[in-house]
């Protein structure tokens, strides 16, 4: 292992900690993603260019990842209704609603949903539905930054309503 490649790694690893948490909000996921992040650093070691960016080139990664295991995870949890309409629903496979506090709970959330303006409402639904960020401004023809604002907004003020369901 190149010396100089070792310590920029070992350099970095406080703030993609930092980083990590931040894109997963979660301490023991931000500990996964700064692992996973480091183990692709080294075995793509050969593909970075000295004297370059490492900082931003470590940045990048954990990103990508990060958003790779996020559509992993919304693949896996939709699945499609096989009956006449054939709708798409983005829950988990063994949601059904067989409980009734699963049922109020789902019931909940989407009335928290209804409730918001839909400037708001429309970009978090179609961000819920796996659009990009990129392809939400395109379709609705707003700036890149006022959907992630309305969808950062839409987040916390939905955290802030469901704060009893969790």
């Given at each position: 292992?190149?010396?100089?490649?070792?310590?920029?790694?070992?350099?970095?690893?406080?703030?993609l900690?930092r980083?990590?948490?931040?894109?997963?909000?979660?301490?023991?996921?931000?500990?996964?993603?700064l692992?996973?992040?480091?183990?692709?650093?080294?075995?793509?070691q050969?593909?970075?260019?000295?004297?370059?960016?490492?900082?931003g080139?470590?940045?990048?990664?954990?990103?990508?990842?990060?958003?790779?295991?996020?559509?992993?995870?919304?693949?896996?949890?939709?699945f499609?209704?096989?009956?006449?309409?054939?709708?798409?629903?983005?829950?988990?496979q063994?949601?059904?609603?067989?409980?009734?506090?699963?049922?109020?709970?789902?019931?909940?959330?989407?009335r928290?949903?209804?409730?918001?303006?839909?400037?708001?409402?429309?970009?978090?639904?179609?961000?819920?539905?796996?659009f990009?960020?990129?392809?939400?401004?395109?379709?609705?023809?707003?700036?890149?930054?006022?959907?992630?604002?309305?969808?950062?907004?839409?987040?916390?003020?939905?955290?802030?309503q469901?704060?009893d369901?969790?």
């Amino acid at each position: 292992m190149n010396d100089s490649f070792q310590r920029d790694l070992v350099a970095v690893q406080d703030e993609l900690l930092r980083y990590a948490f931040k894109l997963t909000m979660d301490r023991d996921e931000a500990y996964d993603l700064l692992q996973e992040t480091s183990l692709k650093a080294l075995d793509n070691q050969d593909k970075y260019t000295p004297d370059t960016n490492f900082k931003g080139w470590m940045y990048t990664i954990m990103r990508n990842i990060f958003i790779n295991n996020y559509r992993k995870t919304v693949r896996d949890q939709t699945f499609v209704d096989r009956t006449d309409n054939l709708y798409h629903l983005s829950l988990p496979q063994d949601a059904g609603f067989a409980s009734t506090e699963s049922a109020y709970d789902t019931k909940e959330i989407r009335r928290a949903v209804n409730t918001l303006p839909r400037e708001y409402r429309v970009p978090f639904a179609m961000h819920v539905s796996g659009f990009k960020y990129r392809e939400i401004a395109e379709k609705l023809s707003l700036p890149l930054g006022t959907v992630k604002s309305r969808i950062f907004f839409t987040r916390q003020r939905l955290q802030a309503q469901l704060k009893d369901f969790r």
